[in-house]
């Protein structure tokens, strides 16, 4: 089983997602940014929601192991303890892909950015990761400047699969 996982930032905290979680992450899932780049995560109803966060919440129990099955926190912004999005690690082909959304309110103020180096910095020190790639679709400018300031390095463009879509994407690597 995990320890709970919190990791602090000066204006966010990274944690486990509860059930208490369900109505904001179907909100987010409704937000016009998500259902264009992450068409996958987007939720019929609240249901649904709850049946996905059941399943994160589950992998809690588990030793954490991203290159096997996805380890996804709640972003919560300290000022208001909202939650307003989520980032994590997932498997993709020989490798470990970061994932991350904000909610329309809070994006433009540098949460992704602070959220994507806090849990990529903590994944190499904590949970012997040797490397970590963020996948965005190339038309998709703010994520790409999220990866950047990230210390993320630009590796390759190329068409595949993302998201269950065939599309262009940009590959980057954590340095």
């Known amino acids: 089983?995990?320890?709970d996982i919190r990791i602090e930032t000066d204006a966010l905290l990274l944690r486990f997602f509860n059930s208490n979680d369900i109505k904001n992450i179907f909100k987010l899932s409704q937000e016009e940014d998500l259902k264009k780049w992450i068409p996958d995560q987007v939720y019929k109803d609240e249901k649904e929601a709850k049946n996905v966060l059941k399943y994160l919440i589950s992998a809690?129990?588990?030793?954490?192991?991203?290159?096997?099955?996805?380890?996804?926190?709640?972003?919560?912004?300290?000022?208001t303890n909202e939650i307003i999005g989520h980032v994590g690690l997932s498997p993709i082909?020989?490798?470990?892909?970061?994932?991350?959304?904000?909610?329309?309110?809070?994006?433009?103020?540098?949460?992704?950015?602070?959220?994507?180096?806090?849990?990529?910095?903590?994944a190499i020190k904590s949970?012997?990761?040797?490397?970590?790639?963020?996948?965005?679709?190339?038309?998709?400018?703010a994520s790409s400047r999220v990866l950047e300031k990230s210390?993320?390095?630009?590796?390759?463009?190329?068409?595949?699969?993302?998201?269950?879509?065939?599309?262009?994407?940009?590959?980057?690597?954590y340095k």
Not at 127 to 141: K, L, R
């Open 1 to 3: 089983m995990s320890k």
């Open 151 to 173: 210390n993320y390095i630009f590796i390759k463009e190329k068409k595949m699969m993302h998201h269950n879509l065939l599309k262009n994407v940009k590959i980057y690597k």
């Open 60 to 79: 809690y129990n588990q030793p954490i192991s991203p290159a096997d099955k996805p380890f996804v926190l709640g972003i919560e912004y300290k000022k």
């Open 127 to 141: 949970i012997n990761i040797s490397e970590i790639f963020g996948i965005v679709a190339s038309e998709n400018i």
């Open 93 to 122: 082909d020989n490798g470990i892909e970061i994932g991350y959304a904000i909610g329309d309110k809070y994006k433009r103020q540098g949460f992704a950015t602070e959220a994507v180096s806090a849990i990529s910095s903590w």
